[in-house]
C-alpha cells in the first residue's frame, strides 16, 4: 500500500529531478538518508563564514539565503533558496565555510551527516553526477547574477531575478500561472542586486506601474511575462532544467 | 524606529514612495538618501535624457524633511577658439 504522506525528503527529489533523471533506486537510496529536522526562526544563521562544516543543509519549506558581510556591515546576498535546494552542498568536499548561509523566513530544514553523504555518493555514482551537476547549475546562477549586476540597468536585473525565481519554484511544483511566493523584504532584494533599498522601491513602483507585476503580501504576481522576459533578456538555459530542454 | 518615505525625482517623473522605510533617526535616513540618490543616477542618467535625480524625503507625518540632489553637467570646449591663442 503506498502511503500518502510525504517523505520529508521529497522536496529534494523533486529538485534534483528537475535537473537530472533519478531511478527509483536512486530515489530509494535518498530517502534512506539519515536526517535531522529543525525549525528555524527567520533570519536565523544555519552556517557562519568560518565554521568547519560537517553536515549539510537542505531546505524543506521557507527561504534561506547564502550572504556575506564586509567591514562596514554591508551584506550581499549571493543566493536565495527554496525547498528542496542543498545551499551548502559545497561544504560535503570543501568543509571550510567561506560565507554564511542563514533564513529569510520562517524554514524546516534537514541536516544530513557529511559522512551519510559520502556514503551515498560512493555507492551511487548516479547521484553523485546528479549533486555534481547541482552545483554546476548553482555556478551557473552565480554568473547570470553577475552579469545582472554588473551590466544591467536595475529595471532589467530585477526583472531577471523576478523570471528566476518564478521558474525556480514552477519547476518544484511551488509556483504556478505566473504568481509565486516571494517572502523577502526590499532590503534583501537590495541586498541581493547590490542596490539601495530606495532604488529598489523604484524600480518596484515602475514595474507595477507598467502593469508588468504585482506584489502583495509575499506573493509574486507576473501580470506580463512575456515583456518581463524581453526587457530582462531572459533565456532560461543557465537553469539547465529538463522539463523546459525537452519542450 | 520611525518611519521615512523616500519619493524619487526624474526630470518629469515623480515616483512617490508608499510603504517606507524605518531608520533609527535622520541621520541615517539621510545616509539611505545619498545611497539612493548616486545608485538611482549611475542607473538612469546615462540610460535616459535624465540629467539630475533627486531624493525627497518625508517622515511619518508627510512633512518634508530632505532633499538631496544629484546631477550631471557636461560642457564641449570649444576648440575653434583655442586655436587662435
Known amino acids: ?15 534534483l529531478e528537475s535537473i537530472d533523471a533519478l531511478s527509483d533506486e536512486e530515489c530509494r537510496a535518498i530517502k534512506g538518508l539519515p536526517v ?7 533570519n536565523q544563521d544555519i552556517v557562519r563564514d568560518g565554521d568547519t562544516a560537517s553536515q549539510c543543509c537542505l531546505i524543506l519549506e521557507g527561504w534561506a539565503c547564502r550572504y556575506k558581510i564586509i567591514s562596514e556591515g554591508k551584506r550581499q546576498i549571493f543566493s536565495f533558496h527554496i525547498a528542496g535546494d542543498i545551499p551548502d552542498l559545497q561544504s560535503l568536499h570543501i568543509p571550510s565555510m567561506d560565507h554564511s548561509l542563514a ?21 551511487c555514482p ?17 554568473r547570470e547574477w553577475m552579469l545582472c549586476m554588473g551590466r544591467r540597468s536595475a529595471f532589467d536585473h530585477m526583472a531577471h531575478l523576478f523570471c528566476e525565481l518564478y521558474l525556480k519554484q514552477e519547476a518544484v511544483g511551488l509556483a ?58 531572459f533565456d532560461a538555459t543557465y537553469l539547465h532544467q529538463r522539463k523546459r530542454a525537452a519542450r | ?19 517606507g522605510l524605518a531608520f533609527p533617526d535622520l541621520e541615517r535616513a539621510e545616509q539611505e538618501a545619498i545611497h539612493a ?36 553637467i557636461v560642457q564641449r570646449v570649444d576648440l575653434s577658439q583655442d586655436a587662435e591663442g
Not at chain 1, 36 to 42: E, V, Y
Not at chain 1, 115 to 121: I, R, V
Not at chain 1, 130 to 139: C, E, K, Q, Y
Request: hydrophobic share 45%.
Open chain 1, 1 to 15: 500500500m503506498v502511503s500518502n504522506v510525504e517523505h520529508p525528503l521529497s522536496p529534494l527529489i523533486r529538485q
Open chain 1, 36 to 42: 535531522t529536522l529543525k525549525t528555524l526562526r527567520p
Open chain 1, 103 to 123: 533564513t529569510l523566513t520562517t524554514a524546516t530544514v534537514a541536516f544530513v551527516p557529511h559522512e551519510a553523504l559520502h556514503d551515498l555518493t560512493a555507492r
Open chain 1, 126 to 142: 548516479g547521484i553523485a553526477a546528479t549533486l555534481w551537476r547541482d552545483t554546476l547549475v548553482d555556478a551557473a546562477i552565480f
Open chain 1, 176 to 233: 504556478g500561472d505566473h504568481r509565486c511566493p516571494l517572502p523577502v523584504t526590499q532590503v534583501d532584494l537590495a541586498d541581493a542586486t547590490g542596490l539601495s533599498s530606495v532604488h529598489v522601491n523604484r524600480v518596484l513602483q515602475e514595474m507595477r506601474g507598467r502593469g508588468m507585476i504585482t506584489l502583495r503580501g509575499s506573493v509574486l504576481v507576473i501580470r506580463a511575462w512575456d515583456e518581463l522576459l524581453r526587457t530582462a533578456e
Open chain 2, 1 to 19: 524606529m520611525p518611519l521615512f518615505y523616500f519619493d524619487v525625482r526624474e526630470g518629469p517623473l515623480f515616483i512617490q514612495d508608499e510603504d
Open chain 2, 37 to 72: 540618490v548616486v545608485s538611482i543616477g549611475k542607473d538612469r542618467i546615462p540610460r535616459s535624457d535624465t540629467r539630475d535625480v533627486t531624493v525627497e524625503v518625508r517622515d511619518a507625518d508627510g512633512k518634508r524633511v530632505l532633499t538631496v540632489t544629484v546631477a550631471l
